[in-house]
């Protein structure tokens, strides 16, 4: 232990961001400086990640959560949490990082053909060298994401070659040669200049070739003139149009890879147009531009921005501002650095499924690690108040007290146990342990809700002082639930106003079924998949048939599958501090859900309508109801199943809307002298919702109060 009293350090909220700035502050080469206490609402951890072990076990989660191959950050702190926690595999069914997550190499969206189908696109990924969360990590340059996609255009229109090879076949004859492509920059221009002066870019072999000149130039930025790299680039993609986009028509897989080729070649444009390569902010110089918007003013044709790979971009990160679907929205920087990062970047695979719920792969191990380092958990916690200190000549702006409700109370103010045993593998269960609680049974009968933002119930309130209860902050509840708890910070900082007026967030709906046919069954021959860009108003899904054994439902089903997206927000006028509104959005999903299964899901599944046109609802698995209350047929059948509004402040998901990001709050931010922030709506370098962004804001945290880990070992942290 250190000498001298440690620093009180209190994380409020348990989600990735808060979950890093704890394991980070507590590492041993701390040296016990800091003292941790997480407050958390409610009786888990997880934040917009939390998952719960409802009836037979089955695992019901906030929504869809898949790890990307690129995600090195929370890879690398998860790798570290399952070599300290030391699982015993003779005990535990998960006790390894790589039992937690096995490799998917498979991704899907669906495309709208030109005649009106939904047609599946499914494509399987390479195995790349290494894992996420290697040591080795590199660290890319706007100038190796342009080289890279370079590359890939050459990759693609190698591919397409050979459907042309019978036009080559009748004698058109090949380009010349290209000189100079080692030589000098002298050299290099000149040929640029000659190809354009002789159109010797008429065919694809000449096609080829000039992208390879092309390739060559851009990796040599700035060394040659960027408007005759420009000109040189538009002839190659009118070159590329001219013998790809016409012969389109009728041949999808064609379309399909035009339509990438295309999309590639306007960021190429945009990069050099916006010489992004020699600007210090990188691809955060065009996130004043919608993504869609930055790609049509590089080129990109209508029909590929409204492809089915851009749909997905915003399908994924529920880019739909205010929930409108006929809104999508999202910074032109971050999207294309979070399309560079996942298609150039990912080691192993391109996505990484978890094997049971997220609580129990992710924030299992991590309570149960942090708990073992001395970390005190104080659940039933939900803050009300950030109070900050009245202002006085030659005192910084910092926050005074913290104010919570106190909701419920363990006997002896002994520590709540949180996690239950399924099978040897620690859990969170999907409601508290009412046992545990003082007066439990009655707030079961009662209807507490600990979880949700409308029931204010509390069992006592709590006001922590700063010198006595803590020395530092970490802010890490959600976005939505900032402007209620932080007001004050608003209104004594500018910054942080701006992130209020500016900065959203949106709520998201999702649905789980389990069923008693196979995939196949259901008419989906294709590989277990995760599948993006369907129709509203769910547009994502995802096979989880991988977690059929790690639940207890008897009968076992044999399918299971999760569906998310988008939840618009309610019309004007709508009285969202009614106690009923929850129960509103709640049954709304409901509703969308049946008539998305009664209408859409036969676009994926051919065989989920039976022989009147109806959804075969017979085919759910009901086996966690009791069988006097089991529907005989019909959509009541869907009762038996799992669905959720994610309307609570704290769960919304955090937009990354054009001309918003630069007013993002970071974590290094010394607006106030003992509080830092924590959360993927933070400014931590990769300004978009998911795992990897709020464990990147939690390391920044940590940086902020103990100046580890070094800005330099978080893995694409790129600020200047």
């Known amino acids: 232990m250190s000498a001298g009293k440690p620093i009180e350090v209190a994380i409020i909220g348990g989600g990735c961001a808060g979950m890093a700035a704890a394991f980070e502050l507590t590492r041993p080469e701390q040296d ?6 997480v407050y958390q609402q409610g009786f888990r951890l997880g934040g917009k990640g939390a998952s719960g072990r409802g009836p037979g076990d089955r695992i019901e989660e906030h929504g869809l959560h898949l790890w990307m191959g690129f995600y090195e950050n929370a890879f690398r702190l998860m790798r570290q949490c399952y070599a300290e926690l030391g699982r015993d595999p003779r005990q535990c069914p998960i006790a390894d990082w790589k039992q937690a997550f096995e490799p998917d190499h498979f991704c899907g969206v669906t495309d709208h053909t030109p005649d009106g189908r939904w047609s599946p696109w499914v494509v399987a990924f390479p195995a790349t060298p ?3 969360g290697d040591a080795d990590a590199q660290r890319w340059s706007v100038r190796d ?33 290209v000189p100079g492509d080692d030589s000098s920059g002298t050299d290099l221009a000149a040929t640029m200049m000659r190809w354009l002066r002789y159109g010797e870019l008429a065919t694809l072999a000449g096609l080829l070739q000039g992208l390879e000149l092309l390739d060559a130039v ?63 902010r990188g691809f955060s110089a065009i996130d004043n531009y919608d993504c869609r ?20 971009l915003y399908d994924l990160a529920f880019a739909y501002e205010d929930g409108d679907v006929s809104r999508p929205r999202i910074a ?36 149960e690690v942090l708990a073992r380092r001395g970390v005190r958990f104080e659940f039933f916690h939900r803050l009300t108040r950030v109070e900050l200190a009245p202002a006085a000549p030659g005192v910084s702006p910092h926050v005074q007290a913290l104010h919570f409700d106190q909701q419920a109370r363990v006997p002896g103010d002994a520590p709540y146990q949180p996690l239950v045993d399924v099978r040897g593998l620690p859990c969170w269960p999907a409601e508290p342990d009412w046992a545990q609680l003082v007066d439990g049974e009655r707030l079961r009968a009662e209807g507490w809700r600990f979880e949700s933002h409308w029931d204010r119930r509390r069992a006592g309130t709590k006001r922590l002082e700063v010198m006595r209860d803590f020395d530092v902050v970490v802010l890490s509840v959600g976005l939505g639930a900032l402007p209620e708890v932080a007001a004050e910070l608003a209104q004594q900082s500018p910054r942080w106003q701006r992130m209020f007026e500016t900065c959203k967030c949106v709520a998201t709906q ?39 054994p790690q639940e207890s439902m008897s009968p076992a089903p044999r399918s299971i599958a999760y569906f998310c997206s988008v939840l618009p927000d309610p019309p004007a006028g709508t009285d969202i501090a009614s106690p009923r509104y929850p129960e509103q959005r709640y049954e709304e999903v409901r509703a969308n859900a049946v008539h998305f299964l009664e209408r859409y899901v036969v676009k994926l599944w051919p065989l989920a309508l039976d022989e009147r046109g109806q959804f075969r609802w017979d085919t759910l698995n009901v086996s966690t109801l009791p069988v006097s209350e089991v529907p005989p047929a019909g959509a009541a059948r869907f009762a038996s199943q799992f669905w959720t509004a994610n309307v609570n402040p704290s769960d919304r998901y955090s937009l990354s809307l054009p ?37 990147m804001s939690g390391r920044l945290a940590a940086h902020a109060i103990s100046q580890r880990p070094r800005l330099e070992e978080i893995v694409g942290y790129d600020h200047p």
Request: aromatic residues 12%; hydrophobic residues 45%; contains cysteine.
């Open 32 to 37: 016990g400086k800091y003292r941790v206490t």
């Open 130 to 132: 290494g894992l996420p």
């Open 145 to 177: 994401y342009l080289g890279r996609s370079t590359t890939l255009v050459l990759t693609l229109l190698r591919a397409v070659r050979p459907r042309f090879e019978k036009a080559a076949s009748k004698g058109v004859a090949p380009p010349s040669s």
């Open 218 to 280: 851009v990796r040599n930025l700035p060394a040659y003139p960027r408007e005759l790299i420009l000109n040189f680039h538009e002839a190659i993609a009118g070159a590329a149009r001219a013998q790809l986009a016409t012969r389109t028509q009728g041949d999808d897989e064609l379309r399909r890879l035009w339509e990438i080729i295309d999309l590639t070649l306007a960021v190429v444009r945009g990069i050099i147009r916006f010489q992004l390569v020699s600007d210090p």
């Open 293 to 312: 918007e930055w790609l049509k003013l590089n080129g990109a044709s209508e029909s590929s921005t409204n492809g089915a790979f851009v749909r997905a």
């Open 332 to 367: 032109a920087g971050q999207a294309l650095r979070g399309a560079v990062r996942a298609f150039f970047t990912y080691r192993g695979a391109f996505f990484w499924k978890m094997q049971a719920g997220m609580g129990d792969v992710v924030f299992a191990p991590f309570y």
């Open 510 to 548: 999702a649905f789980q079924l389990w069923m008693d046919v196979d995939m196949p069954q259901l008419g989906w021959t294709q590989p277990q998949i995760n599948i993006s860009g369907f129709v509203e108003p769910f547009d994502t899904w995802a096979d989880m048939r991988q977690l059929i």
């Open 659 to 695: 001309g918003t990001l630069e007013h993002r709050v970071s974590p290094l931010d010394r607006s106030f002298d003992n509080l830092t922030v924590a959360g993927d709506w933070s400014d931590c370098g990769f300004n978009e919702g998911c795992v990897e962004a709020a464990v």
